[in-house]
């Protein structure tokens, strides 16, 4: 019986031990990866890497990115591990230049990980890779050229002015004259690209239960499904195709793809052209999806037509209005700059004899220095992503980028180094005066990204923030309140950097 019994735990011991170290094995196999090529590296745990606090909920992303970037201050790279898996974060601006811009070959792709089969709406123009993006991007830049914008303008104006009864009709309804900027101005942004990516009159602005807002505001919803996806990603690839877990709500896509199916089988049906990005994805569509005689390269599928309306959707609705927020933010704790941009407004409105305009948005250069410096400070992507498509000898220095190496430009770390930002928090639009811009350093100012694969909606982007400061800064004057968060607090589990309990400030209606 006792021969047994111990022949049996014998049994029991050596199986668990083979499985724990099979696992341990599992857990670290990665971990050898910085040591073998020389690369200064922060010393993982096993499974976490050096995700453990985030992973955990205690750490946002961008601040462990900014710790590992100021703890190898002096190093033009560093190794680090999100879950098991490797990635290269560059710190050095002549890398950076090369990977993005003049190597651009070699690191074409954002090399995000997606499952089409589970995830269709993520076959966008973001996650498409060489040589398929080649022609996407090809195909969809003709409609955001400064001719194409200029057509869009009026589009974009009858949303600034929803946008102004909107923020008039709540200004009277809150006691003091205060409000929360951050959602008013995401109904904004939500109208903006409803309007030009899905050809539709959205009116979310004045309609609190837009489905359109409910939808988009539930991309960027913080999700344990989220935060579930992305840790099995980095344990492995091979995890998440067992578990399928989607990358956004089922619901909100199930939306998105009938809202856009219906809208461009109604234009294609009767004849209907407009000048919006919809018509830009139906010539796409036409020349890279029903086309018999497009290269097998370039042929695209209606699910990517489908997935870039979707994609310009998710890039350009709460960006826009985060940048826009913090940007009012700002104004209102430094009267002195928010009186500069009204007196340039003003002095444009007499040079322009009145006509706002497209041309009137581009020529307010002050006003361009502030939302540059707001980019700054509030870049929504604190990361550039990158994925070596070749092994890459790093010129005059002993790396070698392995294929399939992913990489991180720690944009918002860069933002903040006093190395190029002198005294970082302060908020000074000057450092992007004509004198000064031409004396920071390239590769250090990255809101949008650079080289080919730089953000397709900059000029988009800008046109439809301008509008809006323009629009708020001619009626009213603002100022911070008591419910104004000073220092501002930030949203640890967000994806994009956004505050923790809004942007409340007070309106104060200019009578002129
Ligand atoms: C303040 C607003 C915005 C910011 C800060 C921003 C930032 C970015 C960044 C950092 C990238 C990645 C660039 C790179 O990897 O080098 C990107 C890509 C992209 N953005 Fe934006 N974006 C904004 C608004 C928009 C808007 C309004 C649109 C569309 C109307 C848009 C569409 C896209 C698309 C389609 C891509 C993928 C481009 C490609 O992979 O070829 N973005 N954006």
């Given at each position: 019986?006792?021969?047994?019994?111990?022949?049996?735990?014998?049994?029991?011991?050596?199986?668990?031990s083979?499985?724990?170290?099979?696992?341990?094995n599992?857990?670290?196999?990665?971990?050898?990866?910085?040591?073998?090529?020389?690369?200064?590296?922060?010393?993982?745990?096993?499974?976490?890497g050096?995700?453990?606090?985030?992973?955990?909920?205690?750490?946002?992303?961008?601040?462990?990115?900014?710790?590992?970037?100021?703890e190898?201050?002096?190093?033009?790279?560093?190794?680090l591990f999100?879950?098991?898996t490797?990635?290269l974060?560059?710190?050095?601006?002549?890398?950076?230049n090369?990977?993005?811009?003049?190597?651009?070959?070699?690191?074409?792709?954002?090399?995000?990980?997606?499952?089409?089969?589970?995830?269709?709406?993520?076959?966008?123009l973001?996650?498409?890779e060489?040589?398929?993006?080649?022609?996407?991007?090809?195909?969809?830049?003709?409609?955001?050229?400064?001719?194409?914008?200029?057509?869009?303008?009026e589009?974009?104006?009858?949303?600034?002015?929803?946008l102004?009864?909107?923020?008039?009709?709540?200004?009277?309804?809150?006691?003091?004259?205060?409000?929360e900027?951050v959602?008013?101005?995401?109904?904004?942004?939500?109208?903006?690209?409803?309007?030009?990516a899905?050809?539709?009159?959205?009116n979310?602005?004045?309609?609190?239960?837009?489905?359109?807002?409910?939808?988009?505001?539930?991309?960027?919803?913080p999700?344990?499904?989220?935060?579930?996806?992305?840790?099995?990603?980095?344990?492995?690839?091979?995890?998440?195709?067992?578990?399928?877990?989607?990358?956004?709500?089922?619901?909100a896509?199930?939306?998105?793809?009938?809202?856009?199916?219906?809208t461009i089988?109604?234009?294609?049906?009767?004849?209907?052209?407009?000048n919006?990005?919809?018509?830009?994805?139906?010539?796409?569509?036409?020349?890279?999806v029903l086309?018999e005689?497009?290269?097998?390269?370039?042929?695209?599928?209606?699910?990517?037509?489908?997935a870039?309306?979707?994609?310009?959707?998710?890039a350009?609705?709460d960006?826009?209005?985060?940048?826009?927020s913090?940007?009012?933010?700002e104004?209102?704790?430094?009267?002195?700059?928010?009186?500069?941009c009204?007196?340039?407004i003003?002095?444009q409105?007499?040079?322009?004899?009145?006509v706002?305009?497209?041309?009137?948005?581009t020529?307010?250069?002050?006003?361009?220095?502030?939302?540059?410096?707001?980019?700054?400070?509030y870049?929504?992507?604190?990361?550039?992503?990158?994925?070596?498509?070749?092994?890459?000898?790093?010129?005059?220095?002993?790396l070698?980028?392995?294929k399939?190496?992913?990489?991180?430009?720690?944009?918002h770390?860069?933002?903040?180094?006093?190395?190029?930002y002198?005294?970082?928090?302060?908020?000074d639009?000057?450092?992007?005066?004509?004198?000064?811009?031409?004396?920071?350093?390239?590769?250090?100012?990255?809101?949008?990204?650079?080289g080919?694969?730089?953000?397709?909606?900059i000029?988009?982007?800008?046109m439809?923030?301008?509008?809006?400061?323009?629009?708020?800064?001619?009626?009213?004057?603002?100022?911070p309140?008591?419910?104004?968060?000073?220092?501002?607090?930030?949203?640890?589990?967000?994806?994009?950097?956004?505050?923790?309990?809004?942007?409340?400030?007070?309106?104060?209606?200019?009578?002129?």
């Amino acid at each position: 019986m006792f021969l047994f019994c111990s022949g049996w735990w014998l049994y029991i011991t050596v199986t668990c031990s083979i499985i724990c170290i099979v696992i341990y094995n599992f857990c670290t196999s990665t971990f050898s990866k910085w040591e073998k090529l020389n690369v200064p590296y922060v010393r993982p745990i096993p499974l976490f890497g050096n995700y453990f606090k985030v992973a955990l909920g205690f750490e946002h992303q961008l601040d462990l990115y900014k710790r590992i970037y100021n703890e190898f201050t002096g190093h033009k790279y560093a190794g680090l591990f999100q879950m098991r898996t490797p990635y290269l974060m560059i710190r050095d601006p002549e890398i950076i230049n090369r990977i993005i811009i003049r190597d651009f070959s070699y690191f074409p792709n954002h090399g995000v990980y997606t499952d089409l089969s589970v995830n269709p709406l993520s076959s966008s123009l973001f996650n498409t890779e060489t040589p398929q993006w080649n022609a996407a991007r090809h195909k969809l830049s003709p409609a955001f050229t400064s001719g194409k914008l200029k057509l869009m303008y009026e589009q974009i104006k009858e949303c600034g002015d929803e946008l102004m009864k909107n923020i008039s009709k709540s200004v009277l309804e809150h006691t003091n004259n205060e409000m929360e900027v951050v959602d008013v101005l995401g109904k904004f942004s939500t109208d903006v690209i409803g309007t030009c990516a899905f050809g539709l009159q959205l009116n979310a602005i004045n309609d609190d239960n837009s489905e359109f807002r409910k939808y988009g505001k539930s991309l960027f919803t913080p999700s344990l499904r989220v935060l579930l996806r992305e840790l099995s990603l980095m344990i492995s690839p091979a995890l998440l195709k067992v578990i399928k877990i989607k990358e956004f709500p089922a619901e909100a896509c199930e939306f998105f793809h009938s809202v856009f199916h219906e809208t461009i089988t109604y234009r294609e049906k009767n004849n209907i052209v407009r000048n919006d990005f919809v018509q830009a994805l139906m010539q796409t569509r036409r020349d890279l999806v029903l086309n018999e005689n497009v290269h097998p390269n370039d042929k695209l599928t209606e699910t990517h037509i489908l997935a870039n309306a979707f994609g310009i959707f998710f890039a350009g609705s709460d960006t826009v209005s985060t940048v826009l927020s913090f940007c009012l933010y700002e104004l209102a704790l430094a009267k002195n700059i928010q009186d500069k941009c009204r007196e340039e407004i003003k002095s444009q409105i007499s040079k322009h004899n009145g006509v706002i305009d497209y041309t009137f948005l581009t020529d307010l250069n002050y006003l361009d220095m502030v939302l540059k410096e707001t980019l700054r400070k509030y870049p929504p992507d604190y990361t550039l992503s990158r994925q070596a498509a070749q092994t890459y000898h790093v010129p005059y220095d002993s790396l070698v980028i392995e294929k399939g190496q992913n990489i991180i430009i720690p944009l918002h770390s860069l933002h903040y180094d006093p190395q190029y930002y002198p005294n970082p928090e302060v908020f000074d639009p000057e450092r992007f005066s004509p004198e000064e811009k031409s004396k920071l350093v390239k590769g250090t100012y990255l809101p949008f990204g650079d080289g080919p694969r730089i953000c397709i909606g900059i000029r988009f982007a800008e046109m439809e923030m301008k509008l809006a400061l323009f629009e708020i800064l001619s009626k009213f004057e603002l100022e911070p309140c008591g419910k104004t968060d000073i220092p501002l607090k930030f949203n640890k589990k967000a994806i994009m950097v956004m505050p923790e309990n809004g942007i409340w400030l007070k309106f104060k209606e200019i009578f002129s």
